[in-house]
């Protein structure tokens, strides 16, 4: 078994040829460059067993050669696990390989290919500030039945020394050439391809962690999660999908909601400035579901009622639209590509996680049970306590408790996989749902004063006969959410309760 460490950056195809022109990065060259083209057949069952696991299996052809490779997710960010050996055929020799591979594997039954890549590769090794990198320029497809998907990307592949050049080397290229960070593996692509999934959202998965894991290493699985989650979707935004946006902006609000968890270990300018940037692109994000939301849920059902409700419904579709388009505009922004490889780089190499003081230190290497146990028990308690008291809470108050009430929802899900078992399993959904129907209730509170706030301000200044019926219709809007406004305070109430009397999971 062999530790592979990699950057993969996605690149489009003048990109690639970018990169060759790069003066300084063929002066690193310790040889020509070398062109192959690689065939690689990835295989699992029927049921999707591996994928499962989290491993891949395929058969590389290399010319007349035939290479069969298992890899497993490693610890690192950018580390997998990787075990090689030859075969005769075309297809998985099991038998044949280590041991260790063998019982990752475990049994499997019905192998059979599920697609494959096709790929021209021009290697070329390097030498920076004394790490030695393998740099691959990929280009080609990959093929599942009849369905096809582009690939082009620079791998930079850790061959000997410090692997801190990797990150350096991929921040380098990126100032000169439009490449970002590629949180998924062609593997990945390749299953969901497989499933006929070309377009459309991509959603969370859940977060692998042990309980061998210390808080750093646990930071760096959640947020590496919440990256993949938030970049997955940008392809499908840039197309228009209402939903990528919405799951690109709950990638975003995980991320934060980690980094909120672990802020004591975040303390640092970089982190700080990894924030801000975040925080930008929520607030790019954060319009268009607002609007859609508030057209969907509070203005489409009563569009009927009144002529100034379809005057409102038009002018808040309209507005919606705009605030879809500026979320497509920060996506394809230079500011956006730049953000998502900072923070791939910043989770492997930030100065969150090489602080020397001895109380950054100790936080980082605090297991991750006990701080689970920890965060999870004081926050329960936080949210409960103020959630006792919904009804005589201001709007602000009540926001915030909405929050409190999402960071330790997502908690409870990143979290999760740290307890085993049936009865911790029920329970942590039990909690889950009683946290997400409190923030639900809590959510469409805040809509509701948001709406009377805009009302507000249509309603003292209608200046035009269009302006006077959108008045009309806000105060349609607003009347109808106040008399809702009393079953919401309830159902917050039911969740609080609810979620008071559930044994914790993490006990």
């Known amino acids: 078994m062999a530790d592979e460490i990699e950057i993969k950056l996605k690149a489009a195809g003048p990109a690639l040829k970018a990169v060759r022109k790069l003066g300084w990065l063929m002066a690193l060259a310790q040889t020509k460059p070398k062109r192959a083209n690689l065939r690689s057949v990835y295989f699992d069952t029927a ?76 290697t070329i090794p390097l030498l920076y500030d004394g790490t030695s990198i393998e740099l691959a320029l990929d280009s080609g497809i990959i093929k599942a039945g009849r369905r096809r998907e582009p690939v082009s990307e620079v791998e930079i592949e850790l061959r000997g020394g410090d692997p801190a050049g990797l990150s350096a080397l991929a921040e380098r290229l990126a100032s000169e050439v439009a490449v970002t960070f590629e949180v ?61 946006v919405h799951q690109m902006r709950v990638g975003l609000r995980r991320l934060r909601a980690a980094m909120s968890l672990m802020r004591e270990m975040l303390s640092d300018g970089q982190s700080q400035a990894v924030k801000t940037e975040l925080k930008w692109l929520t607030e790019q994000l954060g ?3 607002d609007f859609d939301v508030f057209v969907r849920d509070s203005v489409a059902p009563l569009a009927k009622e009144a002529s100034g409700m379809k005057v409102l419904k038009k002018e808040m579709e309209q507005q919606r639209d705009e605030a879809f388009a500026r979320a497509r505009l920060a996506v394809a922004d230079e500011r956006y590509r730049r953000l998502i490889l900072a923070v791939a ?21 605090r297991p991750i049970l ?97 302006s006077r019926k959108e008045a009309y219709g806000f105060g349609i809007v607003t009347g109808h959410e106040l008399g809702e406004s009393k079953g919401f305070l309830a159902a917050a109430r039911k969740a609080c309760g609810q979620l008071k009397a559930h044994t914790p999971f993490w006990a």
């Open 370 to 466: 006990s701080f689970a146990r920890e965060t999870l028990a004081t926050r329960t308690r936080k949210v409960v306590k103020k959630a006792r008291k919904v009804e005589t809470l201001e709007p602000r108050a009540r926001h915030k408790l909405r929050i409190a009430a999402k960071k330790l929802r997502y908690a409870g899900e990143f979290f999760a996989a740290l307890y085993i078992g049936k009865k911790a399993k029920a329970r942590q959904q039990k909690v889950s749902a009683s946290l997400e129907a409190l923030q639900n209730a809590l959510g469409r509170l805040n809509d509701f004063s948001i709406h009377q706030k805009m009302a507000g301000k249509i309603i003292a200044a209608p200046k035009t006969a269009g």
């Open 184 to 244: 998924r593996a062609k593997s990945e692509r390749g299953y969901r391809l497989a499933r006929g999934k070309l377009t459309g959202a991509v959603y969370a998965q859940d977060v692998e962690l042990d309980t061998s894991m210390t808080a750093a290493e646990a930071f760096r699985a959640i947020a590496m999660e919440c990256l993949r989650h938030l970049s997955s979707n940008e392809v499908p935004v840039l197309a228009g999908d209402a939903e990528a």
């Open 47 to 122: 049921k999707r067993t591996l994928q499962e696991r989290g491993l891949t299996l395929r058969v590389r052809h290399i010319g007349k050669k035939r290479l069969q490779t298992v890899k497993a997710n490693g610890r690192g960010i950018f580390a997998r696990h990787e075990w090689e050996c030859g075969v005769t055929g075309d297809k998985p020799d099991l038998a044949s390989l280590p041991r260790q591979a063998r019982k990752r594997l475990g049994k499997l039954e019905g192998l059979r290919p599920v697609f494959e890549t096709v790929v021209s590769r021009t």
């Open 287 to 289: 319009p268009a579901r």
């Open 345 to 365: 780089l910043w989770l492997a190499n930030g100065g969150w996680a090489s602080d020397e003081d001895l109380m950054q230190r100790a936080r980082r290497e």
